[in-house]
């Protein structure tokens, strides 16, 4: 005889989702730029910059046990992982079973680290490695790099939107059959993890990065990654202003440097759900400039090819766009003003006052 | 036929019999062949001298695929005598002969049209919503204005204040060029037209004077017809032997009539010899279509998986449908048909298009066979994108680097042994956890010591750096949620206005920010205009630029007049507070208190700010056309 009670019960309470807030991943990029962080030393050095940097991280892991961190150094001429990394010795031993990984990592610095009982392991954990990892970043820098470039910006964005992914694939129950994609419908479900990107910017922005950079902006604004941006500079943001701006993210400069930790917590810290509630502290001017495709110079006002919207300074040789190759047509462009009547006939001269769509009035299709 | 000479030969100008040739043939050699010949459906245009010249000459137009301009042919009549009879004759038969072949040709093209109506109705759309069409369109233009208030407003504002050197055309043309959405959305729903309903339950019989009356409209008869397959079978058979009048005088007396409306049909009801057959077939009919059109296999039929309950046997239609040979309640049948068949033409609004229809895209997704079907055939375009690798070089961009570089005045390498030193002195000698010292905070510090003594702490983290970091991220949401508010609040409360808004906020009236709102659209509406013009480089447009820079100069002083009226209110408020703080001294027997006149907003302070950016760009305007002035009287000078 069976009763109802034998039967497999499979109603909802057993399988609902805790109201717990999702735990969030913040992913931190710190542009390492030495030039940069030369010209700051009177006002903000570095290593109170990275204290405070620290207090901020542990803030965030104390919100909540799930919160999440990565800490990406965007160098003269690459960006790394400053936490978590993986040290050589581990990659060698991949046989070894994981305590020993933990306990190799918590070793890298001092042993004092992981011992002193003072202190929360965890933020222990952190400190040490962060610090260590930005130690061999400047050591491991010859001082010929330094003359080239600007900090790599995009390509941090990028490292950080690949460790995002990576998380939420993890973390998010599997719902379509193909679990390598995260499918619109895993985006609307409620996310196992949200996840965001803190940008401490010291250094201008080149404008050959602009196109990896609007790439990552698009990438994130789709996966509903906000990207925030705290400017340490007032000359420091050319395009970063449009990334927080496309992707409902938070930009400051920052303009007591004293205050740097104020600011940070102050601003920074409120996560993702609960911003809905929050009013942003954000500045509203935005600085929609771009950079020309074909000179990479900044450009306010210019010329956009109607096919690929690939944008240019000046009209095309033969009025052929680079990227895609179609003929396009120019209307209009280059008529000087006539004001008053003239008597003879003179050529029509080509200047500065074409008919142009003035590109900062381009959205993202994002 | 007529002797005509044509390029200072003699011949004969011939018209075919059946007027579909003109040929002129040289008179020697005799029994030349023509030399010249032009289908009449060619000829464009005919020109001839007028009758009180002595010389008469025609001028025939032909259209030519090879050149854009239709050739002519100058044929001059060296009749004697009847030169200009033989002219008027052949101009005569020639016009009636390209009248003749125009009308086959239009016809021709009218049919092309109709049979390619079908497949090309959005060509005919375009010709209908073309921009032109729309703008030359005084009947809808004033229809819009009618509609919409704030457009009407701005659009006479701007007419009164336009320069007189601007003809009305002009200006209509420059000032829909921009507005052209809106006129054709305008004209698209003007040509709406309400859906089909169901006929029989607008008809009702009048009794007037003792006799029933009934007034039927012809467009509700046609619908009759077409909703009723029954009725208009009645109609074909019965009316070549009866009379219209009659007809429909015993269709709304009979039980069919009933019968299609759905009411009972009692015994007392007439009889009616016509119609009684018909209530009979009704249902055989729409039976017999139903079945027919129902037969859809059952594994791709949607529509009756839909409806597919397979507890309550099968795919029989709802309880309320089922055709029962007791006529309980036919009404809901009846009805229930009648909707289906008027819905059937309307198009669905509840539901979206793009799903599959039943269930929703998740467990369609879940439900459907993946594994059979092929790859999914990618609905990417192909961009020809050219050398990627340019768009990824980082490039030398050393401008700023290097300036920043010189301006520390260190080499690389030094710059990185500082760095390094640095990271590594803050961590001597503390427990590298403890932060304090390097963050500079001190939790025992008060604020009220550090103010004390006077100067700006200037150590990392002191309570003055604080306290201001504070307040600027203060001041951040404060602005934020100013912008915010405003488009929050518009939204709530549909009573409110925009204006209604912002008066309080601003201190100014709302009569003030109407007329400012008003002056704001006619500049907006002359900028417009000035830069489209301006830049267009065309010389023919030159005046007109002249005076729409005058026009944007009496747009500043309109500013002005409104600024001052602002002031003006702002005045009587201030002596108003004035008067009552000086009563109140009066009263207390203490001097007047002093009021702060800072605190009463508005006035021409509160004007000046919200036009800011308008009056910004009329003085561009200016500029830019000074400039342009200047550079080509240079020119011109020189």
């Not at chain 1, 609007?214 to 050319?238: E, G, H, K, Q, Y």
């Not at chain 1, 449009?242 to 930009?251: K, L, R, Y």
Request: hydrophobic content about 35%; proline content about 6%; aromatic content about 6%.
């Amino acid at each position: 005889m069976a009763s109802r009670m034998d039967e497999l019960d499979a109603s909802e309470h057993y399988t609902k989702e805790s109201e717990d807030a999702a735990p969030v991943l913040l992913n931190i990029i710190l542009d390492t730029n030495p030039i940069a962080w030369a010209y700051l030393s009177d006002t903000l050095p570095l290593p109170k910059v990275v204290a405070a940097l620290l207090v901020f991280i542990n803030a965030h892991l104390a919100f909540n046990q799930a919160n999440k961190i990565s800490v990406i150094a965007s160098h003269v001429d690459r960006a790394e992982f400053l936490y978590p990394t993986i040290t050589p010795s581990e990659v060698q031993s991949n046989e070894a079973n994981e305590m020993d990984t933990v306990m190799q990592n918590a070793r890298n610095g001092h042993d004092t680290a992981a011992d002193d009982a003072n202190f929360y392991r965890p933020f222990a954990t952190i400190a040490s490695s962060l610090n260590d990892a930005l130690r061999k970043l400047f050591a491991k820098t010859p001082p010929s790099a330094l003359s080239n470039s600007t900090t790599a910006l995009a390509g941090a964005m990028t490292l950080a939107l690949a460790h995002a992914n990576k998380l939420i694939v993890e973390l998010t129950p599997d719902r379509s059959t193909n679990p390598a994609v995260i499918t619109s419908s895993a985006l609307t479900a409620p996310t196992a993890l949200h996840s965001r990107i803190l940008v401490l910017s010291a250094s201008p922005a080149s404008p050959h990065q602009y196109i990896p950079l609007m790439n990552a902006i698009f990438a994130s604004a789709r996966l509903s990654i906000p990207i925030d941006v705290l400017a340490l500079t007032p000359t420091s943001s050319t395009f970063l202003q449009q990334a927080s701006s496309t992707t409902n993210g938070i930009f400051l400069t920052l303009q007591y440097p004293h205050g740097l930790l104020q600011t940070l917590l102050q601003a920074f810290l409120p996560s993702l759900p609960s911003r809905g509630y929050l009013v942003p502290a954000t500045q509203s001017a935005v600085d929609f400039r771009a950079a020309c495709f074909c000179h990479r110079k900044v450009v306010d006002v210019g010329y956009v090819c109607s096919i690929c919207l690939s944008i240019f300074c000046e009209p095309p040789e033969g009025a052929i766009c680079f990227t895609c190759g179609t003929k396009l047509r120019l209307q209009d462009y280059g008529k000087k003003p006539v004001v008053t009547v003239r008597k003879k006939k003179r050529k029509r001269q080509e200047g500065d006052n074409g008919v142009a769509t003035p590109s900062g009035r381009m959205t993202p299709a994002a | 036929m007529a002797e005509t000479t044509y390029k200072k030969r003699e011949g004969f100008l011939r018209l075919s019999q059946d007027g579909k040739i003109l040929s002129w043939t040289p008179r020697s050699p005799p029994d030349a062949a023509p030399e010249l010949t032009t289908v009449v459906a060619d000829i464009a245009n005919l020109q001839q001298t007028p009758p009180d010249k002595p010389k008469v000459m025609m001028k025939v137009f032909v259209k030519s695929d090879k050149s854009v301009e239709p050739l002519v042919y100058v044929f001059t009549f060296s009749s004697h005598n009847e030169a200009r009879t033989q002219a008027d004759s052949l101009r005569d038969s020639l016009s009636t002969a390209i009248q003749a072949a125009k009308a086959v040709s239009s016809n021709a093209i009218i049919m092309g049209q109709q049979d390619q109506a079908v497949s090309r109705p959005s060509n005919q759309l375009d010709s209908i919503y073309s921009d032109d069409q729309l703008w030359n369109n005084f009947d809808l233009l004033q229809d819009l204005l009618q509609d919409n208030t704030a457009l009407s407003r701005t659009w006479t504002e701007a007419r009164k204040s336009k320069p007189d050197t601007i003809t009305d055309t002009q200006f209509n043309k420059q000032f829909w060029s921009s507005r052209l959405g809106l006129l054709r959305a305008h004209a698209i729903q003007r040509t709406q037209r309400t859906g089909d309903y169901n006929v029989l339950s607008v008809i009702k019989p009048r009794v007037e004077d003792s006799q029933i009356k009934l007034n039927i409209s012809g467009d509700q008869l046609t619908m009759l017809l077409r909703q009723y397959a029954v009725v208009r079978r009645a109609y074909d058979e019965n009316v070549p032997p009866l009379q219209e009048q009659a007809f429909w005088s015993r269709f709304f007396t009979s039980r069919l009539l009933k019968k299609l409306k759905g009411e009972r049909i009692t015994d007392a009801d007439p009889k009616d010899s016509v119609f009684d057959k018909y209530l009979s077939q009704d249902n055989s009919a729409r039976l017999g279509e139903r079945i027919s059109e129902a037969r859809v296999p059952h594994t791709i039929d949607l529509q009756g998986n839909e409806e597919n309950h397979p507890q309550r046997r099968g795919n029989a239609p709802d309880l309320l449908m089922r055709p029962t040979s007791v006529e309980k309640v036919p009404i809901i049948r009846t009805l229930n048909a009648m909707s289906e068949q008027l819905m059937s033409q309307v198009a669905p609004n509840d539901i979206d298009p793009s799903q599959p229809i039943g269930v929703d895209e998740e467990t369609f997704n879940q439900l459907a066979l993946r594994d059979l079907q092929g790859d999914a055939a990618e609905n990417r375009l192909i961009l020809n994108v050219k050398d990627q690798g340019r768009f990824f070089a980082s490039g030398k961009d050393t401008q700023s680097d290097l300036n920043l570089l010189t301006s520390t005045k260190t080499t690389p390498s030094l710059l990185l042994q500082k760095l390094q030193k640095s990271l590594v002195t803050e961590r001597q000698g503390l427990s590298i956890h403890d932060l304090t010292p390097s963050l500079g905070l001190d939790a025992d510090s008060d604020s009220d010591s550090d103010d004390q003594s006077g100067i700006e702490s200037k150590h990392f983290s002191s309570h003055h750096a604080l306290r201001s970091a504070r307040k600027q991220v203060f001041g951040l949401i404060k602005e934020q949620r100013a912008q915010n508010e405003d488009t929050n609040a518009a939204g709530t409360n549909p009573g409110n206005t925009p204006l209604t808004l912002i008066a309080p906020k601003s201190g100014l009236s709302v009569e003030i920010l109407d007329r400012l709102a008003l002056t704001h659209a006619t500049t907006i509406e002359f900028l417009h205009y000035f830069w489209s013009t301006f830049l267009s480089g065309d010389p023919s447009r030159a005046e007109e630029i002249a005076s729409l820079a005058i026009t944007l100069d009496r747009a500043n002083q309109r500013i002005e007049a409104v600024a001052t009226d602002a002031e003006s209110e702002r005045e009587i408020e201030v002596t108003k507070l004035r008067k009552a703080a000086a009563e109140r001294g009066r009263r207390l027997g203490k001097p007047p208190v002093a009021i702060d006149e800072t605190a009463i907003k508005g006035g021409r302070k509160a004007v000046m700010r919200l036009m800011e950016p308008t009056i910004n760009s009329i003085s561009t305007a200016l500029r830019k056309y000074k400039e342009a002035r200047l550079s080509s009287e240079l020119e011109n000078g020189a």
